[in-house]
T-cell receptor, first 110, second 119 residues
Framework: KNEVEQSPQNLTAQEGEFITINCSYSVGISALHWLQQHPGGGIVSLFMLSSGKKKHGRLIATINIQEKHSSLHITASHPRDSAVYICAVPFNFGNEKLTFGTGTRLTIIP | DTGVSQDPRHKITKRGQNVTFRCDPISEHNRLYWYRQTLGQGPEFLTYFQNEAQLEKSRLLSDRFSAERPKGSFSTLEIQRTEQGDSAMYLC?????????????????FGPGTRLTVL
């Protein structure tokens, strides 16, 4: 069993649909990163959260620390949202090496 | 602040050759991380530095791999006697560090990566 699991692995949706990507983890401290990776490899940090919910534009991330589960939502999805979304958890305070999920490949069709 | 930069962006080499990659973190970031990502997988931790000190190395980092951060600023990752299995994207990230005692964890800022292909 992977220490950080994401679902689904692949997701194709029509433009405008509401998107949900899930992440469950069994390791790390009580915080989680959501990252976006476009073709070509560059990774952008979207959110880091340790409780509750964060919102940035059309992106919303939630986390349940007790259940070690997080979700990333995209409202009014757009083709430019097509990317791989990766969740990652830090090992602990003072050693923040990340353990990554395998990613969710999102494709939004116009 | 120009972000984290990595050089080169792409490297093609023949098996058995040595290669060296460079990472320039965001200035004044104390922590620097190296990760490796193979096709279709999430990144995996290789090693990290707190200033110039290398604090941890993954089991993935065989004796052929060495990383340095001599002045606590840029870092280099060298792979000696490359093998085809070394083909991957090598990612560098930096973070400010120093807030862990206050119970904070830091955002890591990633560079664009160096894609290595070993023929």
């Amino acid at each position: 069993k992977n220490e950080v699991e994401q679902s689904p692995q692949n997701l194709t949706a029509q433009e405008g649909e509401f998107i949900t990507i899930n992440c469950s983890y069994s390791v790390g401290i009580s915080a989680l990163h959501w990252l976006q990776q476009h073709p070509g490899g560059g990774i952008v940090s979207l959110f880091m959260l340790s409780s509750g919910k964060k919102k940035h534009g059309r992106l919303i991330a939630t986390i349940n620390i007790q259940e070690k589960h997080s979700s990333l939502h995209i409202t009014a999805s757009h083709p430019r949202d097509s990317a791989v979304y990766i969740c990652a958890v830090p090992f602990n305070f003072g050693n923040e090496k990340l353990t990554f999920g395998t990613g969710t490949r999102l494709t939004i069709i116009p | 602040d120009t972000g984290v930069s990595q050089d080169p962006r792409h490297k093609i080499t023949k098996r058995g050759q040595n290669v060296t990659f460079r990472c320039d973190p965001i200035s004044e970031h104390n922590r620097l991380y190296w990760y490796r990502q193979t096709l279709g997988q999430g990144p995996e931790f290789l090693t990290y530095f707190q200033n110039e000190a290398q604090l941890e190395k993954s089991r993935l980092l065989s004796d052929r791999f060495s990383a340095e951060r001599p002045k606590g600023s840029f870092s280099t990752l060298e792979i000696q006697r490359t093998e085809q299995g070394d083909s991957a994207m090598y990612l560098c990230a930096s973070s400010p560090g120093g807030r862990e005692l206050a119970g904070f964890t830091d955002t890591q800022y990633f560079g664009p990566g160096t894609r290595l292909t070993v023929l």
